[in-house]
């Protein structure tokens, strides 16, 4: 009923810049609070960061000064400017959000992930 699009992930040198996409799609009657988190390989997964529909920000205190987290409440799209990439960045993403339907059901969804690769 509801789909979670992400894009933007690929290899980028440390230093370098991405910038991750997640639309939200389907029976939606309002977006609230959404996130990215980021899982490498046996490990746990993480809160990145975060933002509600009303545009409040936080973030994980690793990301803090290089992550940017952003919505367009018009297209359901969230977004993460990724600055001066870590090679310890390096880890597959999700996108993921509290979404209530026509009917007023809230739900959490999940994007589908998308790689971030950093290294020299």
């Known amino acids: 009923q509801v789909q979670l699009v992400e894009s933007g992930g690929g290899l980028v040198q440390p230093g370098g810049s991405l910038r991750l996409s997640c639309a939200a799609s389907g029976n939606i009657f309002r977006v609230n609070v959404m996130g990215w988190y980021r899982q490498a390989p046996g490990k746990q997964r993480e809160l990145v960061a975060s933002i509600t529909s009303g545009g409040r920000t936080g973030y994980a205190d690793s990301v803090k000064g290089r992550f940017t987290i952003s919505r367009d409440n018009a297209k359901n799209t969230m977004y993460l400017q990724m600055n001066s990439l870590k090679p310890e960045d390096t880890a597959a993403y999700y ?24 290294s020299s």
């Not at 026509?102 to 690769?117: A, D, F, M, N, P």
């Open 95 to 118: 996108c993921n959000a509290d979404i209530e339907n026509i009917s007023r059901i809230k739900l959490v969804y999940w994007g589908q992930g998308t790689q971030v690769t950093v």
